[in-house]
């Protein structure tokens, strides 16, 4: 992808609340572009087009009182039915990969960018690993992502077990191919940003 004057791509594995977004954000502080697919679906959700045929496969009752997509209301839905998950996912995803593919492009024609950074929750799901000249996996201890998942109010326990369950076990994540780099992400801030800034000068200098 780099050789032929293409922007070096990384991409971002890890468990829910592992910190890929923080890497991203790093990233992006030192001369990259993130493509935040989470982002670009709350977007889309909000599109009349989405809406009517997300509530047309899944019902009302993923509707808030206004008429939109509650988004915690969706995600009660399709985490405790896989076959509703594989249908929001067949809805959702062919359009997030579309944008991400114009952005990629977009990001391409821009100098200054110094790499292009996919923080995909699904990237191993959705194959798109292949795409990567580089693969980061945060590796965070759960105990943490689960104490981050309760600061934030976001779910249970529980809800994340069933969330991961949805996913490519992390182990697999980790093995997926060699090209895998290893942030830890169980210390302090500051220990996280020199990995980054390390990595970064590795892929750039490289790529």
Excluded at 75 to 93: M, R
């Amino acid at each position: 992808m780099s050789n032929d004057g293409k922007k070096p791509i990384i991409g971002i594995l890890g468990g829910i609340s592992s910190g890929k977004s923080t890497v991203a954000a790093e990233f992006a502080k030192l001369g990259c572009k993130t493509i935040d697919a989470d982002k670009i679906a709350h977007e889309l959700l909000d599109t009349p087009a989405v809406r009517g045929k997300i509530v047309a496969s899944l019902g009302q009752a993923v509707l808030d009182s206004t008429g939109k997509i509650d988004h915690k209301k969706l995600a009660d839905v399709v985490f405790t039915n896989g076959d509703k998950l594989s249908s929001l996912n067949s809805i959702v995803h062919p359009l997030v990969l579309a944008r991400a593919e114009q952005l990629i492009e977009q990001y391409n024609r821009q100098p200054l960018v110094k790499a292009i950074v996919l923080d995909m929750p699904l990237l191993v799901e959705v194959g798109w690993v292949r795409r990567c000249d580089r693969l980061i996996f945060v590796d965070c201890e759960r105990q943490l992502r689960m104490d981050r998942v309760k600061k934030m109010g976001i779910f249970d326990e529980n809800q994340l077990k069933i969330r991961e369950n949805f996913q490519i076990s992390l182990d697999k994540k980790v093995d997926i191919t060699d090209n895998v780099i290893v942030i830890d992400n169980n210390s302090d801030f500051s220990a996280l940003v020199r990995q980054v800034v390390d990595i970064f000068s590795c892929v750039t200098d490289n790529g």
